[in-house]
């Protein structure tokens, strides 16, 4: 996993420099498309590294540090089975 991290890292480092040249935000950063990219393939290339119960498992975790707030959406509501009901009260 170290190794998939690493080239990410590599790839997206002379980009991630630029932007902080540029002075752009963190905020800014996070909504930049191209880093995004960069991000979604890191996700996508550690993910296919995982066994099902370790991807289960960085499933509940995510889940747990975003709070209530994870129950809300609505894609984690209906794998927890949650009828509309519940998600409108």
């Known amino acids: 996993m170290n190794k998939a991290l690493d080239t990410e890292k590599a790839k997206a480092r002379p ?7 540029s002075g752009k935000s ?7 498309q191209k880093y995004l990219g960069y991000l979604l393939e890191l ?3 550690i993910l296919a590294l ?3 119960p370790q991807i289960k498992r960085l499933r509940e975790l995510s889940l747990q540090s ?3 707030g994870g129950v809300l959406d609505v894609v984690v ?4 089975g949650m009828s509309v009901a519940q998600l409108t009260k």
């Open 77 to 80: 509501a209906k794998k927890l």
């Open 43 to 45: 996700r996508d290339n």
């Open 15 to 21: 980009y991630v420099e630029q932007m902080q040249k």
């Open 26 to 32: 963190d905020a800014e950063a996070n909504s930049d």
């Open 66 to 68: 975003v709070d209530i």
């Open 50 to 52: 995982l066994s099902p």
